[in-house]
T-cell receptor, first 113, second 113 residues
Framework: NAGVTQTPKFQVLKTGQSMTLQCAQD?????MSWYRQDPGMGLRLIHY???????DQGEVPNGYNVSRSTTEDFPLRLLSAAPSQTSVYFC????????????FGQGTRLTVV | AQTVTQSQPEMSVQEAETVTLSCTYD???????LFWYKQPPSRQMILVIR????KQQNATENRFSVNFQKAAKSFSLKISDSQLGDTAMYFC??????????WGAGTKLIIKP
């Protein structure tokens, strides 16, 4: 199993450009989330999904869109990049149960100039 | 709102000493999952230990153990016989009933030789 595959690893965007961060998991997990990590602020929840076709906003959703057309994929779209979106982004997936554990992608370092 | 708080931005101890990292949370729910994750400079998120809220017994994993105080909403991590490889950011996280995985701001732990 590959676990959670997140791409790209690094990205530089110009202000106003759009892009999609890809996230795919092969563990048949119901729950997936996107986070941004900024110094001193931990991981803040952007959007999350509790199953295919179901998404909801987290703490910092503005400027981001998500969709969950399949169980495996949960892409994050930046609609019009802003310097405030410079951050490290993580995708995570998990299922509830006795051995619940969140699995993470490798992270994407995004710089908006 | 359900929150997770880590009140120690940074800690440092000598190698082989014992260190305790604090985590408190706020929820009205009765069943949830608690975690400590380690993030070394590689950015990879590594599960250290997990605890299910309905279990009274504190979880242990080798040198790592937790002190889970459900009534006080406290979930501290104790690292015994600390090693240089324990140097990392440590995050406390909770999965709530609405399936959100929420994180504390993190504690930077430095183990000195």
């Amino acid at each position: 199993n590959a676990g959670v595959t997140q791409t790209p690893k690094f990205q530089v965007l110009k202000t106003g450009q759009s892009m999609t961060l890809q996230c795919a998991q092969d563990m048949n997990h119901e729950y997936m989330s996107w986070y941004r990590q900024d110094p001193g602020m931990g991981l803040r929840l952007i959007h999350y999904s509790v199953g295919a076709g179901i998404t909801d906003q987290g703490e910092v959703p503005n400027g981001y869109n998500v969709s969950r057309s399949t169980t495996e994929d949960f892409p994050l779209r930046l609609l019009s990049a802003a310097p405030s979106q410079t951050s490290v982004y993580f995708c995570a997936s998990w299922d509830r149960g006795h051995d619940t554990e969140a699995f993470f992608g490798q992270g994407t370092r995004l710089t908006v100039v | 709102a359900q929150t997770v708080t880590q009140s120690q931005p940074e800690m440092s101890v000598q190698e082989a000493e014992t260190v305790t990292l604090s985590c408190t949370y706020d929820t009205s729910e009765n069943n949830y999952y608690l975690f400590w994750y380690k993030q070394p400079p590689s950015r990879q998120m590594i599960l250290v230990i997990r605890q299910e809220a309905y279990k009274q017994q504190n979880a242990t994993e080798n040198r790592f153990s937790v002190n889970f105080q459900k009534a006080a909403k406290s979930f501290s991590l104790k690292i015994s016989d600390s090693q240089l490889g324990d140097t990392a950011m440590y995050f406390c996280a909770v999965i709530w009933g609405n399936y959100q995985l929420i994180w504390g701001a993190g504690t930077k732990l430095i183990i000195k030789p």
